[in-house]
């Protein structure tokens, strides 16, 4: 090559890296998807909603959230795990995303290696909840009943590997109780069967649950945190009830893929941890029994990789086999 020709690639190289530079200081510029792997009105869902409102009000694009449900949250997660690494398209996610890796024999993305975390939404206590049918009181009555009448009892969830099926997984193993799963499309229809009494159990982030239990249409037997709800105070946790290895932590948390560029992973950070820190979004997230989880995308990718092998072990304990 001649070194005119070789001047004239200098130049663009440069100038393919000023463009590139260039559109990450300008992101966005153009509306942002967010990508929920489960049906609407999800826990996630209604975190997100919240604090995406505020996120778009600060950067003045919309952040448009789509429900992709199917696969255990998978088809949802493929979605963005192949879209183009430039920040308009984003995973919303949970604790569930843990589980798929330990669900399915083969995913059509890598759970550690195909994402970047880049900042917790907040958390919030799993609630165990009953029919009013059932008749059972406390966890005592529920776990007395199940090994009364050993493989009768059954557990709703918002899908396989949602965090209803795993939260009620660990349950079920620290209370060593048999029980048979029953996944449905979301929380809605699992809702419906718990109140009709055809379901026996079911364990759910607590935003969801907390005007049923206050319309005192499903009875709340105790929430799968460390500490009390401020929000259901007479309600005891799962250690009170007698099972300290019974605790599940549910996490809602803002996911892109790998690859994207480190400064629209900090603008997208620093936007979302300012609107978390706005007086009127933390009112409603309080609402919602969603409390801060404070971390730098550094720290949230070691939580979530930690929290992939906790799955991992928890899989093992109870014996869950892959569905594929």
């Not at 406390?138 to 009448?149: E, F, G, I, N, P």
């Not at 099926?165 to 620290?174: K, P």
């Not at 560029?261 to 978390?276: V, W, Y």
Request: net charge positive; aromatic share 8%; hydrophobic share 45%.
């Amino acid at each position: 090559m001649t070194s005119s020709r070789m001047w004239v690639s200098a130049l663009a190289l440069l100038a393919a890296g000023a463009s590139q530079a260039l559109a990450q200081t300008n992101w966005p510029t153009r509306p942002i998807q967010v990508v929920s792997p489960f049906t609407s009105g999800n826990a996630s869902d209604l975190v997100g909603r919240v604090v995406f409102d505020q996120v778009s009000r600060q950067i003045g694009q919309p952040f448009v959230l789509e429900n992709r449900p199917g696969g255990g949250g998978t088809l949802g997660v493929n979605q963005v795990a192949k879209a183009a690494p430039d920040g308009y398209s984003v995973l919303l996610h949970s604790s569930s995303f843990s589980a798929a890796l330990v669900l399915h024999k083969t995913l059509p993305y890598d759970t550690l290696n195909d994402f970047e975390p880049v900042i917790p939404l907040g958390a919030q206590p799993i609630v165990l909840v009953t029919g009013l049918t059932t008749g059972y009181k406390t966890v005592a009555d529920l776990v007395a009943a199940a090994k009364a009448r050993p493989g009768s009892m059954n557990f709703a969830s918002a899908g396989i590997g949602s965090t209803s099926h795993m939260s009620a997984e660990r349950f079920r193993h620290a209370a060593g109780i048999q029980a048979q799963h029953i996944p449905f499309r979301g929380p809605t229809e699992a809702f419906a069967e718990v109140v009709s009494g055809r379901v026996d159990f079911y364990f759910l982030p607590l935003a969801p649950a907390l005007h049923l239990v206050r319309e005192g249409k499903v009875v709340a037997l105790a929430v799968g945190s460390d500490k009390r709800s401020a929000d259901l105070p007479n309600v005891p946790t799962t250690a009170e009830s007698g099972l300290p290895n019974a605790s599940y932590h549910f996490w809602t948390g803002l996911f892109v893929p790998t690859k994207t560029p480190p400064a629209i992973i900090q603008r997208l950070h620093e936007e979302t941890a300012k609107a978390l820190t706005e007086p009127a979004v933390r009112e409603r997230l309080a609402k919602m029994a969603t409390g801060a989880l404070q971390m730098s995308p550094e720290q949230f990718k070691k939580y979530f990789h930690d929290d992939v092998a906790s799955t991992v072990k928890l899989a093992k304990e109870v014996g869950i086999q892959p569905i594929n």
